[in-house]
């Protein structure tokens, strides 16, 4: 089968071999209620409230939201508003730990007894795409469509980052448990764990352990970026096409991040909802590169400083990575349920861009085949009708187009402030 169009990066996977280490509990956390795409949650507590890990601390009655809970045991300090690096704005609530890590009473595994009740647990979890999009999981879940195959994306393919490795390493059987559940309570026959040949032990581990399940197929993907992308590794791994304006669940298929999946098993096991995250924290700043288990909340400064981070050569600062990351306006900016690592750079190549050459490498890099240059004029001529035609918002701004660009044009860019001038249905 023909594989879609991409580029080769170098994977510098430095802390692949680094087994995860979790991070002291922080002296203080600020958790915003905005943490997932869709509504923003309504704080529940107040200043001078005493909280508890696991406690619920924000909700919302939206469909399209999840609860957020509360990370460390302590004092709630104040709650206030919160400018996200996108410059979303939401309430945050800001706790200053007792250090005692009391777990809240409510805490017990959910009762899951059929589809309603595992959603409703999933909801509970507080569990949103923990590969970075922050989709709320449980509406996944739920589509109006049938299921018959769950893609488990265990791509990883961004630079850097090996967190998502580090699970499938450390919890190998939470991730099959998991896709087991999501399979029977869905009632989908099939399941594909889609994994980059770049990581052969993951690979073999999940070999060997599936190996008497026959609904379960272990895809080796080619070590292509941006191979994690939800309608490439779709193509991939299963052969299908989802269109402009589909969602996988209308081609029969369910996209779960392997951390997610692996997750929600832990959570239906023991009740605690989604207080935590596996960071990688790499650059050539940081002098001891890790994968940190850190409190949801915690100060990035925090997390650097531990891996010895020499922050006064810092010139660029990334939540993510280095093709689809967003910059870190302030250290003190905290963890959040997306966060999936956190890379220091002491250098930042700001090239300035020249005229288009019409080479078409854009053209050809891009795996949903659109015309980035063209894509541009259109932008420039505020054509909305030509830029429909281009099918600009196919585009899942993975920078490819930028990176291989001879004239240093910021086409991905482009593409993004171009989607603002289609009108949403």
């Known amino acids: 089968m023909k594989k879609l169009n ?169 991730v099959l448990n998991g896709i087991r559940l999501v399979k029977d309570m869905l009632d989908i026959k099939n399941a594909k764990i889609a994994v980059e040949a770049n990581k052969p032990e993951a690979i073999s581990k999940f070999t060997d352990m599936a190996e008497n399940d026959d609904s379960i197929d272990i895809i080796t993907l080619p070590s292509a970026y941006p191979q994690g992308a939800e309608k490439v590794i779709i193509y991939n791994s299963t052969n299908r096409v989802v269109m402009e304006g589909q969602l996988p669940s209308d081609v029969g298929v369910l996209v779960l991040n392997v951390s997610t999946v692996s997750f929600i098993y832990r959570y239906t096991q023991t009740g605690m909802p989604l207080i935590s995250r596996r960071i990688t924290v790499d650059g050539n700043a940081v002098g001891e590169p890790k994968n940190i288990m850190a409190a949801i909340g915690t100060p990035m400064i925090d997390i650097l400083e531990f891996c010895k981070t020499d922050m006064d050569s810092v010139i660029k600062l990334l939540s993510g990575g280095p093709m689809m990351g967003m910059a870190v306006p302030d250290v003190n900016m905290p963890v959040t349920k997306t966060s999936n690592a956190l890379l220091a750079f002491t250098k930042y190549d700001d090239r300035k861009p020249s005229a288009c050459i019409r080479c078409g490498r854009c053209v050809n890099v891009c795996p949903l085949g659109l015309m980035p240059a063209e894509i541009d004029k259109a932008y420039k001529l505020k054509d909305v009708d030509d830029l429909k035609k281009l099918k600009v918002t196919l585009c899942m701004n993975c920078g490819s187009c930028t990176y291989v660009c001879p004239a240093n044009r910021k086409l991905a860019e482009t593409n993004q402030l171009a989607k603002t001038l289609i009108p949403r249905k």
Request: hydrophobic content about 35%; glycine content about 8%; overall charge negative.
């Open 6 to 174: 991409g580029i080769r990066l170098k994977h510098r996977k430095n802390t692949e071999n680094c087994e995860t280490v979790t991070f002291p509990v922080p002296a203080k956390v600020k958790l915003p209620m905005g943490m997932h795409m869709g509504a923003p949650c309504t704080p529940m507590v107040k200043v001078g409230d005493m909280v508890k890990v696991g406690q619920k601390i924000g909700d919302c009655e939206a469909p399209f939201s999840v609860p957020v809970y509360a990370s460390v045991s302590g004092k709630v300090t104040a709650v206030s508003d919160y400018q996200s690096a996108m410059g979303n704005v939401c309430k945050a609530v800001e706790i200053e730990s007792d250090g005692k890590q009391e777990i809240c009473e409510d805490i017990k595994p959910p009762e899951i007894t059929d589809k309603e009740s595992f959603i409703k647990a999933v909801r509970e979890s507080g569990v949103c795409g923990l590969g970075g999009a922050g989709f709320p999981t449980h509406i996944k879940l739920n589509p109006k469509t049938p299921l018959d195959t769950l893609v488990i994306n265990a791509a990883e393919c961004e630079p850097y980052i090996t967190a998502d490795y580090r699970e499938m390493m450390e919890n190998t059987s939470d």
